[in-house]
């Protein structure tokens, strides 16, 4: 069974890869990554939140609580830059 059809929240990255390029995906893999989370999935398991608050005209994650309840507040534009693309790691489920 994939990891997409178990409800229990225990799906792991099967590897992990670090990004080359800028993307919007790695823009707010970024972003997750700084609030401490490895990714969508694993926030929205921890939180417990169906939608994660994102600018609507980039699409880019608009604010993120941390794991000790304190939020991180981005802009609409791209915060990641070119230096910081390969300290952020893509996983694969």
Do not use: H
Not at 28 to 40: K, P, T, V
Request: hydrophobic fraction near 25%; charged fraction near 40%.
């Amino acid at each position: 069974m994939s990891c997409a059809a178990l409800l229990d929240g225990n799906c792991q990255p099967k590897s992990m890869s670090r990004a080359r390029q800028w993307t919007d995906e790695i823009e707010n893999l970024y972003r997750f990554q700084q609030a401490g989370y490895r990714d969508e999935r694993e926030y929205r398991q921890v939180k417990q939140v169906e939608l994660v608050d994102r600018w609507p005209e980039t699409g880019f994650v608009k604010k993120l609580q941390r794991r000790d309840n304190t939020f991180y507040y981005y802009n609409r534009k791209r915060e990641c830059e070119d230096k910081e693309v390969r300290k952020v790691k893509v996983y694969a489920y």
